[in-house]
């Protein structure tokens, strides 16, 4: 067939949302729809921030059952936008939390008239709404009846998908000198220092030279490098 008689074809839910990675941004306030801390735990609290770009801050819509949609943060896939405890209520409180395929994990989206859009808990039938229409950071994201206040619009920022991440829990590195090539970061008698290391080098000197990351000891959002032959030693 010639070139103008063929179509590009994409997903698009009844209500014209593409799925993809979006900034989601509070119409009052200019802010976006951020994970507190870039934490990857589920409870984590969901606020306001100042657009960073951060992963935190990147949210992809993902389809779910009857045309509604799940909200996973770029940092942390395995969790989903939630109010908390399926709470029916209003001022339940959103953060993420660990895949369920709940309905207080779906949302539906319902376009408005400015373009904005709107954002209903499936569970709750509430929206999603920055409480008391609060402008600074840090303010909380909570669910409300729907009174048409620009606390509960949300823009919708098209974004690509990123990267994927360069490191994962229970994943082996090893740490080379960038101006020493073939040199790697090694522990030997508890000492740390750095030593030429290659396959040939002997079984003891490769593991001394190898780590296990894991999530950050003093904080979530951080990474620890637990030593390969040394369990338990960082």
């Known amino acids: 067939h010639a070139a103008n008689e063929r179509w590009p074809?994409?997903?698009?839910?009844?209500?014209?949302?593409?799925?993809?990675?979006?900034?989601?941004?509070?119409?009052?306030?200019?802010?976006?729809?951020?994970?507190?801390?870039?934490s990857p735990a589920a409870g984590a609290?969901?606020?306001?921030?100042?657009?960073?770009?951060?992963?935190?801050?990147?949210?992809?819509?993902?389809?779910?059952?009857?045309?509604?949609?799940e909200l996973a943060p770029a940092h942390a896939p395995t969790m989903r936008l939630e109010v908390a405890g399926g709470a029916l209520a209003f001022g339940g409180n959103v953060q993420q939390g660990l895949a369920s395929g709940s309905a207080a994990q779906r949302w539906g989206f319902a376009r408005q008239p400015d373009g904005s859009w709107r954002l209903t808990n499936v569970n709750s039938g509430l929206s999603l709404d920055v409480a008391g229409g609060a402008l600074g950071d840090g303010g909380n994201v909570h669910q409300?009846?729907?009174?048409?206040?620009?606390?509960?619009?949300?823009?919708?920022?098209a974004l690509a998908a990123p990267?994927?991440?360069?490191?994962?829990?229970?994943?082996?590195?090893?740490?080379?000198?960038?101006?020493?090539?073939?040199?790697?970061?090694?522990h030997a008698g508890f000492l740390g220092f750095i030593s030429p290391i290659s396959a040939a080098s002997s079984e003891i000197d490769r593991l001394g030279s190898s780590f296990i990351t894991r999530t950050g000891l003093g904080s979530a959002a951080c990474w620890s490098f637990e030593s390969r032959d040394w369990p338990g030693y960082y």
């Open 9 to 38: 074809l994409e997903p698009v839910s009844a209500n014209g949302v593409v799925p993809g990675f979006y900034g989601l941004i509070a119409a009052h306030s200019a802010r976006a729809l951020d994970v507190a801390g870039i």
């Open 163 to 186: 990267a994927a991440p360069l490191l994962a829990a229970g994943q082996g590195v090893g740490f080379e000198a960038l101006s020493w090539p073939g040199y790697r970061i090694r």
């Open 144 to 157: 409300w009846e729907w009174i048409n206040v620009a606390n509960q619009r949300w823009t919708l920022r």
């Open 45 to 69: 609290n969901v606020h306001q921030w100042t657009p960073t770009g951060g992963l935190n801050q990147q949210w992809n819509v993902l389809p779910s059952v009857d045309g509604f949609f």
